[in-house]
């Protein structure tokens, strides 16, 4: 018995080996010719990995721009912490922003925008939104309060016409009210910056009466009489206080704006220099460093060249202060924008843009490029901040009223007059109602 069983057992191995020998070998073409393709790639620990994400963003911020340093740590910071994505970067190196406008209108021609990418003009949003081109950041910022809570939601309103549909964010600002010379104050009987207008025309009386021409303007470049004009507007009321940070305006012809018109034009003839109209910035600026007039409208990019002994003759006396009725200039900064086309690069899209401008790149814009946060809960103590800087960080808060960029205001036709008329204005060429009226028909 145990020989037939032993016999079987026999028999069916012999089989076996029968079978083996008939099988056909792989076919070359299902067999790995490389033993790395054969699974996913592993990491040291042999763990298999995830094939990384790959976005693009477009940049100016490389070679000799002032903000180079700032881009690449954060780009590196960004690639320590999200080692699952790729990031390629598309350089305009020595080129203007005008330039990269100019790509990104053609990438929207072509319906092919990158997973990043920025811009402080609102005309390019607007055309990449009636493209479909953006992706819309809403739910993302909505649902992320960590990061949402560093950012400005007046800012993200004016970027994007409310906050229901967020496609535009930004991590940085420009705040600014008036720099002035303090020793110029003082000789007019002034130990502090008046907080109310009806004060404010008392302190430029008071200058005037020293021989002190109180405030810089100029007409040639249109941006620093512009910010005087809406800033005017907040002694209208709060109907002007609106009108303040109302954009994309066509129609000047209400009384609040032809009440500023009239203050500045007031302010062209009897409170500024006899050069001012027909002048541009630079003259304005020099008038200031000099000390031929004591005050400008400005913002934080001057506080080195309002103090470099190198370059100003004021240095030691520069203060700087809210708008009377206790307002600045108050608007956001460059935007940062999502076009990518699917969720997973959405996302590392999201997170690249945080990286920029989260709580960690706002404290190191601030510190590097000098750009001022949306966040006012940035511990900024250990950063060595100019004095003069940490007095523009605090115009930011309880603001009774802000004022918007003027070229967030004027249309392309505006613009394209604005300097004739503020000059023919401030010579007394025309009326404050008709300087209205001018910038009005330019859009008929």
């Given amino acids: 018995?145990?020989?037939?069983?032993?016999?079987?057992?026999?028999?069916?191995?012999?089989?076996?080996?029968?079978?083996?020998?008939?099988a056909q070998p792989a076919a070359p073409g299902n067999a790995p010719e490389n033993p790395s393709d054969a699974a996913p790639p592993s990491d040291a620990s042999g763990n298999a990995q995830a094939e990384k994400v790959k976005?693009?963003?477009?940049?100016?911020?490389?070679?000799?721009?002032?903000?180079?340093?700032?881009?690449?740590?954060?780009?590196?910071?960004?690639?320590?912490?999200?080692?699952?994505?790729?990031?390629?970067?598309?350089e305009?190196?020595?080129?203007?922003?005008?330039?990269?406008?100019?790509?990104?209108?053609?990438?929207?021609?072509?319906?092919?925008?990158?997973?990043?990418?920025?811009?402080?003009?609102?005309?390019?949003?607007?055309?990449?939104?009636?493209?479909?081109?953006?992706?819309e950041l809403t739910d993302l910022i909505n649902g992320d309060e960590a990061f949402r809570s560093h950012l400005d939601m007046n800012d993200l309103a004016t970027w994007n016409g409310g906050?229901?549909?967020?496609?535009?964010?930004?991590?940085?600002?420009?705040?600014?009210?008036f720099?002035?010379?303090?020793?110029?104050?003082?000789?007019?009987?002034?130990s502090s910056f008046p907080t109310t207008w009806e004060d404010f025309w008392?302190?430029?009386?008071?200058?005037?009466?020293?021989?002190?021409?109180?405030?810089?303007?100029?007409?040639?470049?249109?941006?620093?009489?512009s910010t005087t004009f809406f800033s005017l507007l907040s002694e209208a009321g709060e109907t002007g206080k609106a009108l303040a940070h109302t954009t994309d305006v066509t129609d000047y012809t209400g009384p609040e704006y032809v009440h500023a018109a009239a203050q500045l034009q007031k302010c062209f003839q009897e409170y500024t220099t006899p050069d001012a109209?027909?002048?541009?910035?630079?003259?304005?600026?020099?008038?200031?460093?000099?000390?031929?007039?004591?005050?400008?409208?400005?913002?934080?990019?001057?506080?080195?060249?309002?103090?470099?002994?190198?370059?100003?003759?004021?240095?030691?006396?520069?203060?700087?202060?809210?708008?009377?009725?206790?307002?600045?200039?108050?608007?956001?900064?460059?935007?940062?924008?999502c076009g990518s086309k699917d969720e997973a690069k959405a996302k590392a899209a999201y997170e690249l843009i945080k990286s920029f401008i989260?709580?960690?790149?706002?404290?190191?814009?601030?510190?590097?490029?000098?750009?001022?946060?949306?966040?006012?809960?940035?511990?900024?103590?250990?950063?060595?901040?100019h004095p003069l800087m940490t007095d523009i960080l605090d115009l930011r808060d309880n603001l009774d009223y802000y004022v918007t960029s003027c070229w967030r205001v004027y249309s392309a036709a505006t613009r394209a007059i604005v300097s004739q008329e503020q000059a023919a204005l401030g010579m007394g060429q025309i009326t404050p109602e008709e300087y209205c009226k001018n910038l009005t028909n330019a859009n008929a």
Avoid at 58 to 81: C, I, M, Q
Avoid at 163 to 177: L, P, R
Wanted: negative net charge.
């Fill in 1 to 22: 018995m145990k020989r037939k069983t032993l016999l079987k057992i026999l028999a069916a191995l012999m089989a076996l080996m029968l079978l083996g020998g008939c």
């Fill in 55 to 90: 976005i693009t963003m477009y940049t100016e911020w490389v070679g000799t721009h002032p903000f180079t340093g700032y881009f690449n740590s954060r780009l590196d910071a960004f690639k320590t912490a999200h080692p699952e994505v790729e990031v390629e970067v598309d």
């Fill in 92 to 135: 305009l190196a020595g080129n203007t922003t005008a330039t990269m406008d100019g790509k990104l209108k053609i990438a929207i021609s072509a319906g092919e925008l990158p997973d990043v990418f920025t811009t402080a003009d609102a005309s390019i949003m607007n055309l990449a939104k009636e493209s479909n081109l953006l992706y």
């Fill in 163 to 177: 906050t229901d549909h967020i496609y535009a964010v930004n991590g940085y600002k420009e705040v600014f009210g």
């Fill in 179 to 190: 720099f002035y010379n303090k020793q110029l104050l003082e000789k007019a009987g002034y």
């Fill in 202 to 225: 008392k302190l430029c009386d008071a200058l005037r009466a020293q021989g002190v021409a109180p405030m810089s303007l100029c007409t040639t470049t249109a941006w620093l009489s």
């Fill in 277 to 337: 109209p027909g002048s541009d910035l630079t003259v304005a600026i020099n008038n200031f460093l000099t000390g031929q007039t004591a005050m400008i409208v400005d913002g934080a990019w001057r506080i080195e060249e309002f103090t470099s002994p190198e370059t100003s003759q004021i240095g030691d006396y520069v203060g700087v202060a809210r708008l009377p009725g206790n307002g600045a200039v108050s608007y956001p900064g460059t935007g940062f924008f």
């Fill in 358 to 385: 989260g709580a960690d790149g706002q404290a190191e814009a601030l510190s590097m490029i000098g750009a001022i946060p949306t966040s006012t809960s940035l511990d900024v103590s250990n950063l060595g901040l």
